[in-house]
């Protein structure tokens, strides 16, 4: 089973744009995708829109680069309800290497994901993971109890770029 | 053995050759321009192929058909099959799927093909092929040739390679498809007797096709940031942008909003 993500290049480099503002505490920003599952058998996902997650919707955490409200979630939560499509967690890293997610988010976001699976329980849903030209997507398909690492995050347009799961 | 096998084209880059290799191709169509573009693929070391195409190998494409014997016209062998023994006889180790059918009896297996090539007959073919990559976000890269005879004046041989990438310039944006070319051809497609098709300009569209899937999975260029429309003369032998391009006011598509992708469904007003 081999599970494929598709941005078109607009799309992305809008959020990308997005997760690189300064917030006034925060030390990075977060966002919601949304997509469509396309086909149960080639388990294609097409993103096709973004919402950032408002600026008064972050807690002030030291600890961690982002922390957001449950206003924030529920705001992703009712927007899966409204589009009838999956949501996916997004933000990104500016570390060298591939792009994986930290222990916190990976303590973390799942939790924000099940909500997200709460209310769009035959959307794909998941964690998507920039970084700098390439990303990571974890992706909750509809009845599965775990995340599979999606093979393929692909940004269509110019320039084109494909992000391949890094073989174990 | 890899690094041996691929050591002459070690200047596309470092990641190239696992970026030729992850890529699935979907190649629709497999004849006169098809063949050259799946053995092609194969030289280069793409592994991944989705092919379609519901014809049958016969006499009348043996001038032409690079991956076809006189045996295989005789025994009428599927040009899929054709195709997939042209890949393995190179690449071995490649994952090769045919539908020996028309792709849109097949649309999933379309879908998840990160580049498709279209070699297909015909303007109202194209079209239904470039919505459907663009419904799914996948590059089509065109290929086709035509010859026209006017007047007393020799055969004149054309052709084009077309990029049309979803965001970007569609090939009715290019002017290469237009209602007027859809109704031309359903009266008449071509003057030169029935589908001309010769192998030397099918060789240079094809090859040209694969140069610029290349360069989209492995931007060894760095310089594809555009659309690509490349006009061939078959009279000259010379492949040229296409001064449409040249000529464009840079305003987006507007016949495949970005936005529009997926399947269509009803949405509330």
Known sequence: MTVAIRFARSLFDRIRADLSRPHPFAAERIGFAYGDLVDAGTRLILMTAYEPVGDDDYIDDPMCGARIDSQAIRTAMQGVLNRRQGAFHVHMHRWPGQPFLSKTDAAEIPDIVTGLRRVGTTFANGILLLHDIECAGWVWLPGAESPVEADSVSVVGFPFHISRRVQE | MTSDRFSRQSFLGENSQPSIEQAVIGVVG???????????????????????????????????????????????????????????????????????????????????????????????????????????????????????????????????????????????CLGFLNEASLAREANRYGDAGPRPQVVWPNGVLASTAVGLVVDLVTDWTRSMRGPVYLMYDGNSHTVTPHPRLVYHDGSPCTHFPVHQVGRPVFTNL
């Not at chain 2, 497999?30 to 016969?58: E, P």
């Not at chain 2, 991956?67 to 054709?82: G, I, N, S, W």
């Not at chain 2, 086709?144 to 007047?151: A, F, N, R, S, T």
């Open chain 2, 30 to 172: 497999l004849g006169g321009g098809g063949g050259h573009i799946v053995q092609q693929s194969a030289h280069v070391g793409f592994l991944h192929y989705r092919l379609f195409d519901r014809d049958s190998a016969d006499t009348s494409n043996l001038n032409r058909l690079v991956t076809a014997t006189e045996a295989d016209a005789e025994a009428e062998t599927l040009k899929t099959e054709l195709a997939r023994r042209r890949i393995l006889s190179i690449r071995s180790e490649a994952t090769v799927d045919v539908f020996p059918c028309r792709w849109q009896d097949n649309p999933e297996n379309l879908r998840g093909c990160d580049v498709v090539v279209g070699c297909v007959d015909g303007f109202a073919e194209r079209r239904e092929l470039e919505i459907a990559c663009r419904r799914y976000l996948i590059p089509l890269i065109d290929i086709g040739m035509d010859v026209h005879i006017v007047g007393d004046e020799p055969p004149r041989m054309g052709g084009q390679v077309i990029l049309s990438m979803p965001g970007a310039l569609c090939m009715t």
